[in-house]
């Protein structure tokens, strides 16, 4: 599987006609976690170039970023495909305070009601419900048009089973299929400590983690592989 481009397309925020959220057939994977978990710092290792912005302080992005890659071959086949991942809002931290932390867990949960049922209830991760039928009408694209859609929900490995990743996996599993849990930094810990953890993962989650590490490289492989699963099911059912 060989990486042909990598670029950006558009930012997404809440409110108003998500007119900018792709709705062309492609695959669409979004990246999920707290703040300052490395979305941005795991998308632009996969891609081998900075095309996300990152930042050591936590909330430095507000909006859905979404980025288009062309692909050629990997699993599903030989050929020339493509898929959008999608830099989502971390949670669990926001500069100004409660209002900004809304504003944040609006934009994802904004990019979810664009692609999913009008009429569906949602909780946002704050934990604050809503009724998204009327946003669903004006924001949703054609589903006939609509792609598929999955979620990587990336977990810091040294901090397992914090109460606001296991909200945010909650919260998630009501708006599509259960995210896909990537655990980052594991260059971090020890041996030892990896294990521990990753069992830990398991055992609160129920869903065995992806160890991946950003800045050595490690899993970046396998990740890749599952992203294309999940980015082309039709074809890896061939």
Known sequence: ???????????????????GIPADGLGQIALAGRSNVGKSTLLNALVRRKVARTSAAPGKTRLANIFRLSMDGGPGGPG????????????????????????????????????????SRMRDPGGKSRESQEDSRSQAPDPRMAGPRATLLLIDSRHPGLESDVQAYRWLS?????????????????????????????????????????????????????????????????
């Open 1 to 19: 599987m060989r990486l042909l481009s990598a670029d950006f397309v558009t930012s997404a925020a809440a409110g108003g006609r998500a007119s």
């Open 80 to 119: 020339r495909w493509g898929l959008y991942l999608v830099d989502l809002p971390g949670y669990g931290y926001a500069r100004g305070g409660a209002d900004s932390a809304n504003e944040l867990a609006a934009v994802a949960a904004a990019y979810f009601a664009a692609g999913g049922p009008a009429g």
């Open 174 to 238: 009501t708006v599509g299929s259960s995210p896909q849990l990537v655990a980052t930094k594991v260059d971090k810990l020890s041996r030892a400590e990896r294990g521990r953890n990753l069992r830990e993962l398991e055992r609160v989650f129920g869903n065995t983690p992806m160890p991946v590490s950003a800045t050595g490289g490690e899993g970046l492989d396998e990740l890749w592989r599952l992203i294309a699963r999940l980015a082309r099911p039709g074809e890896n059912s061939k």
